[in-house]
């Protein structure tokens, strides 16, 4: 695992852009797993400003994100769909049927999840896939557990999320309780993982996840058998390793 400590925020997504933007220089098909997420908000401002100078081109390229709350259609401004398109898509060369978002507007777990995995399999795979760390330790959905769930799945939220989340919704009574999130066998089949975290209210988050032992409780600790894993910290979150 590859620690990067960036000096603030800024220099922080500005990495993280490159190393995204490097990867679709590379291979122009590419497969991007994608997060959303007040952390990796800089990133695709730099993306789309990349884009916009042309120093980018996401005409090839696919993309699957994370999680998405189940009972929200995507055009719910709280979906994560709606963020996406919001942050990233609608401001970009990329053929928006080549972006996918598990649908949370269907109810039936069944129909999403295994057949997400299915997609990202026929896909050849994700290429590069970018998280955000909760304060809890979670990536995706993935809360802290006694197990490493394996595929998509659906899960129900723990209070720490729904509280967090609650920022963007006008109560937390509005946030949804349930969620579809790629399973921890799917974050770690992706080739290369990119980790973004700000700020010191996830320092010790970062010390446990990345310095602790690997286990369930701390979920993003298993980033650290991934063989090819950067976390970029900015100085605040990286401040207790
Ligand atoms: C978002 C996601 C979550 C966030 C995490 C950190 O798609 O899967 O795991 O990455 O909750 O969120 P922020 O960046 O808002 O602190």
């Not at 960036?6 to 797993?33: F, H, K, N, W």
């Not at 304060?135 to 998509?152: L, R, Y």
């Not at 066998?185 to 700000?198: D, E, F, K, Q, Y």
Request: glycine share 8%.
């Amino acid at each position: 695992m590859n620690i990067v400590i960036a000096e603030d925020y800024d220099q922080m997504s500005r990495i993280a852009a490159d190393t995204i933007a490097e990867c679709v220089r590379a291979l122009p098909d590419c497969v991007l797993g994608l997060a959303t997420g007040s952390t990796p908000i800089g990133t695709y401002e730099c993306l789309v400003a990349d884009c916009s100078a042309g120093k980018v081109d996401f005409s090839g390229v696919s993309t699957f994100n994370l999680d998405e709350y189940v009972g929200l259609a995507g055009d719910d401004p709280q979906s994560y769909r709606y963020f996406m398109d919001q942050h990233l898509f609608d401001h970009v060369n990329i053929d928006k049927a080549s972006t996918r978002v598990p649908d949370g507007s269907n109810p039936d777990a069944a129909a999403v999840c295994a057949p997400y995995d299915e997609a990202i399999f026929d896909a050849g795979g994700i290429d590069l896939q970018l998280l955000g760390l909760g304060h809890n330790g979670h990536i995706g959905f993935n809360e802290p557990a006694d197990e490493f769930p394996v595929g998509t799945h659906i899960v129900d939220l723990t209070e720490r999320t729904i509280e967090a989340n609650s920022r963007l919704f006008d109560s937390a009574d509005e946030v949804p309780r349930q969620a579809y999130t790629m399973g921890i066998g799917t974050i770690m089949g992706a080739r290369a993982v990119l980790v973004v975290v700000s700020g010191e209210d996830k320092a010790e988050t970062v010390k446990a996840a990345f310095r602790g032992p690997v286990r369930p409780e701390v979920p993003a600790s298993v980033l650290q058998l991934h063989p090819n894993c950067t976390v970029i910290c900015d100085r605040a979150a990286a401040s207790a390793l």
